[in-house]
C-alpha cells in the first residue's frame, strides 16, 4: 500500500512563497505520476499540477507561480509556489497514479492514491 505524507504548508501573506513536500513509499515511485490538487471551503477539489515520466501539467490559474519537481532519490516531490495569493487557500493534497509510465493526469479520478493534505493560508 502506497503511503503519501505532505508537509510546508502554512499562513503566508500576499505574494510571499511556500515550498509543499509529499514523501510517498514504495519502490517504483520514480515510474509513477505524482499529482498536486487543492480543496478550499465550500468547493470542489481542483488539479494544482503534476509530473511523471514524460511530462509536465499545470492549471492554467498556477502556470507561471508554481512548479512541482521531484526528487526520486528521494522519494519524494514538491511543489514551490511563488507569488501566493488569498484565492491560493486551500488544503493541498498530493496524489500517484497506481499504474507506471502513465501520464501527468489533470483529473482526480485518475489516482489512485491520496495524502491526508496540508493546509496553506495566505493572508490579504
Known amino acids: 500500500q502506497v503511503q503519501l505524507v505532505e508537509s510546508g504548508g502554512g499562513l503566508v501573506q500576499a505574494g510571499a512563497s511556500l515550498r509543499l513536500s509529499c514523501a510517498a513509499s514504495?519502490?517504483?515511485?520514480?515510474?509513477?505520476?505524482m499529482g498536486w490538487f487543492r480543496q478550499a471551503p465550500g468547493k470542489e477539489r481542483e488539479f494544482v499540477a503534476a509530473i511523471s515520466w514524460n511530462g509536465l501539467s499545470y492549471a492554467d490559474s498556477v502556470k507561471d507561480r508554481f512548479t512541482i519537481s521531484r526528487d526520486n532519490a528521494k522519494n519524494t516531490v514538491y511543489l514551490q509556489m511563488n507569488s501566493l495569493k488569498p484565492e491560493d487557500t486551500a488544503v493541498y493534497y498530493c496524489a500517484q497514479r497506481q499504474s507506471p509510465y502513465m501520464g501527468p493526469s489533470t483529473e482526480l479520478g485518475q489516482y489512485a492514491y491520496w495524502g491526508q493534505g496540508t493546509q496553506v493560508t495566505v493572508s490579504s
Open positions: 514504495g519502490r517504483t515511485f520514480s515510474t509513477r505520476a
